[in-house]
């Protein structure tokens, strides 16, 4: 997308529908942006799990608003507007979410936004029985300092959380990870092309072009 500069009352209005719906989008278009560029960065492996893990809470979330707001007649006719490709790429976005929501849905609730509780206590009580003859480790050779502190058995316990989310083992999450980075993709160009749609129709901008 090329750059465009406006007045934001002119691309959105508060009490629109289509603009709530895609102001959303917008900033989860961001957030799966930030989290998927953090993850190429990373060099500890500790880094790009978390980053992973993040970026795939901010798809679920986002994609259960997309999800709820397929009914909303606003929403419906400005998707018919778009190019097809940006409707095949909704599609598989919504089909990405939909075939691998009980998975997403176990991450959010017991590895990223939320410690466990409730029912999901058992998720580290399993890990931590499991764990029992693993050598862990804490602090820093750096120095004493917390801000150089890091509680690395808590992350080998994080890690078997999430294994036994995905599906038991290391290999599965990897395999998760594979197959929903398709999903976000589709996500992310459908969001592009959405909001190109919305400067045309809005702003008269030329499609893909940067506005004077």
Known sequence: MALHKFRVGDLVQPKDELSLYLANLAMAFNDLVFTNVKMEEATASWERFYWSRLAFAHFSEVMLYVEEKRGDPD???FIARLPKEAQESYGEAL??????????NRLRNETVFHYPKGKSVKAISKAIE?????????????????????MFFADDLLARMVFNAAGGSEEAYVHLVERLAEAVRN????TNAALDQLFVERLHSERSTAAS
């Open 75 to 77: 929403v419906a006719h």
């Open 187 to 190: 996500f992310m160009k459908f």
């Open 95 to 104: 089909r990405g979410y939909d075939e691998h929501r009980g998975v997403l």
């Open 130 to 150: 499991r764990a029992q003859n693993d050598e862990g480790v804490a602090g820093s050779e750096k120095s004493d300092k917390v801000k150089d502190a890091r």
